[in-house]
């Protein structure tokens, strides 16, 4: 009976950082943690939400005194606990110019966070790329134009509750024209650019 005793008790022990890192794993953003003890002393690790839809606002900076707005939405997938993978597009115009121009981006990226999923606050950087359809109204004329698009940059991103967050960054961003043998005199021109974004996102 005592050698019972002792074996529970060792069981026991045993046991404890089991159950301090199921516990420490509850994320309180995009987390639906649960532990479940079965028969067998087996412990279930965390579920995650993984998919989010969000939608954003950006303002870009073109230089020479032009500039654009737009929105958007985008995908969220959580690959891992410091890596989410974001599928975008967006609708940009330009604002304060006598050129009027649209800008239609598609951009598939990747945010690498600095901290685990447990922090409310959370740095991330960003690095993504894609296309860009993009149209001027020029002397009455519509011109077009497709743009191979980069951006680099850095956010921070608030985590209110498992399944909720608010986002900020800015991005360089790096658009080449494509099919035109002198795009340095053309409406529609490669170029850089710095956009501030702010977004929210909802994961389920």
Do not use: C
Request: proline share 4%; net charge positive.
């Amino acid at each position: 009976m005592p050698r019972r005793r002792a074996l529970a008790l060792a069981v026991a022990i045993a046991s404890l950082p089991l159950l301090a890192r199921a516990d420490d794993s509850v994320a309180p953003y995009n987390y639906r943690a649960y532990v479940e003890a079965e028969q067998g002393g087996r412990i279930h690790a965390p579920t995650i939400a993984r998919v989010g839809l969000g939608v954003r606002g950006s303002a870009t900076v073109l230089g020479e005194g032009k500039y654009s707005a737009g929105g958007g939405g985008e995908l969220l997938v959580r690959a891992s606990r410091h890596l989410t993978l974001e599928l975008a597009a967006e609708y940009q115009r330009s604002i304060a110019t006598s050129l009027e121009r649209q800008d239609l981006p598609i951009t598939l990226g990747l945010r690498a966070y600095l901290v685990g999923p447990q922090a409310r606050v959370a740095p991330y950087l960003v690095a993504a790329g894609g296309i860009d359809l993009a149209g001027a109204e020029v002397a009455g004329v519509r011109q077009r134009g497709l743009f191979l698009e980069g951006q680099l940059g850095g956010g921070l991103e608030l985590r209110l509750g498992r399944h909720f967050s608010i986002n900020a960054d800015a991005r360089f961003d790096a658009r080449k024209l494509l099919g035109t043998p002198n795009d340095s005199v053309a409406p529609l021109r490669s170029g850089f650019s710095v956009q501030v974004r702010l977004g929210a996102a909802v994961y389920f």
